[in-house]
């Protein structure tokens, strides 16, 4: 099953009103540090301070009412379990959130905030994907997987829509467009709207150190599963495979996967907050790291379009990214 530009402007109708159109900003010290044009498209301001709430609402917002009535239970570290809690809230239907017990408290309690209910579990000792099928079996709920679902990557692609359109507006033609990448499913979803509207753009996902599945699985031609020996300081990111619906997708338009260590992303999230002035997550400043760190190649004359996928970041940890202690 593919996903196209009209699941993706059908996506962006339902989201109207609902989700937040983020801006297209730009920084003149960015562009003189990187000697070149950076449009940066900041979903650190979407509703639940990143992406995932395009998708999940879109997901949601198509359920039948006998099915919004027994609700939704979705598993996730933090974004996407705000999203489906948000996104059931403003629908009516219950919501029940997995989510690892070492998972940021303030992406824990948030869930809770948007009045879901969350029951943590052991990543260690406990399969996330058995617990929800057993509580959706209770329940009689639909599972809301957070990346290898359609109608979350068309949701997630309004991202791509909004960017190529912005710039248009700019008049700027985007040379590349850097994002990161998990699971992919924003990545499956913004580079099916890209290749649609400016096909002649490069496409660069970015991963953290250790956890570069989908570099691999694309230089392999399958996808693969890595076992990681250590945790990432970009706790979004660390799927431990790209989707099997992503994949295909990536396969097509990803041009390029650029892979940054946990320094690197530090140092991009000082950057951001510094001269930015925006707070951003580390799964979510990766691909500004790895813009600052020279990985992104480009060899037209065109802007660089960059997501700031997700602002939501641990007040402790980002203290002591900012105290140079990470």
């Known amino acids: 099953m593919t996903v196209t530009l009209s699941d993706i402007e059908a996506a962006a109708s339902r989201l109207a009103g609902h989700a937040v159109e983020t801006p297209l900003i730009e920084s003149a010290a960015l562009n003189e540090r990187l000697g070149r044009r950076v449009l940066i498209k900041p979903e650190t301001l979407q509703r639940v301070g990143a992406f995932k709430f395009r998708g999940a609402y879109n997901r949601l917002a198509q359920l039948s009412p006998q099915q919004a009535k027994q609700g939704v239970v979705a598993y996730s570290s933090g974004n996407h379990a705000q999203g489906v809690a948000l996104a059931a809230r403003l629908l009516g239907m219950p919501a029940l959130i997995l989510m690892p017990s070492d998972a940021p408290t303030v992406k824990i309690e948030a869930t809770r905030g948007y009045g879901a209910q969350v029951q943590l579990y052991d990543r260690l000792a406990e399969s996330r994907e058995a617990l929800a099928a057993t509580v959706a079996a209770e329940r009689g709920a639909v599972i809301v997987p957070s990346f290898d679902d359609p109608d979350i990557i068309a949701g997630q692609g309004t991202v791509g829509l909004e960017l190529v359109r912005q710039a248009a507006a700019r008049d700027a033609i985007l040379d590349v467009v850097v994002a990161p990448i998990g699971g992919g499913g924003l990545m499956a979803g913004l580079s099916t709207a890209v290749k649609a509207l400016s096909p002649s753009t490069a496409i660069v996902g970015v991963e953290p150190q250790g956890f570069d599945d989908t570099l691999r699985s694309l230089q392999k031609g399958e996808r693969i599963n890595i076992r990681p020996t250590t945790r990432s300081l970009c706790d979004a990111l660390e799927s431990p495979a790209p989707g099997e619906l992503t994949f295909p997708i990536l396969q097509q338009t990803v041009a390029d996967v650029a892979v940054v260590t946990d320094a690197e992303v530090a140092q991009a999230m000082r950057y951001a907050f510094a001269v930015l002035k925006l707070v951003v997550e580390p799964g979510g400043a990766v691909g500004l790291a790895a813009l600052l760190a020279?990985?992104?190649?480009?060899?037209?004359?065109?802007?660089?379009?960059?997501?700031?996928?997700?602002?939501?970041?641990?007040?402790?940890?980002?203290?002591?990214?900012?105290?140079?202690e990470i």
């Not at 802007?303 to 105290?323: C, H, I, K, W």
């Open 294 to 324: 020279g990985k992104v190649k480009t060899g037209g004359e065109g802007a660089t379009g960059l997501v700031l996928s997700g602002g939501n970041v641990d007040p402790e940890l980002f203290a002591q990214v900012l105290r140079r």
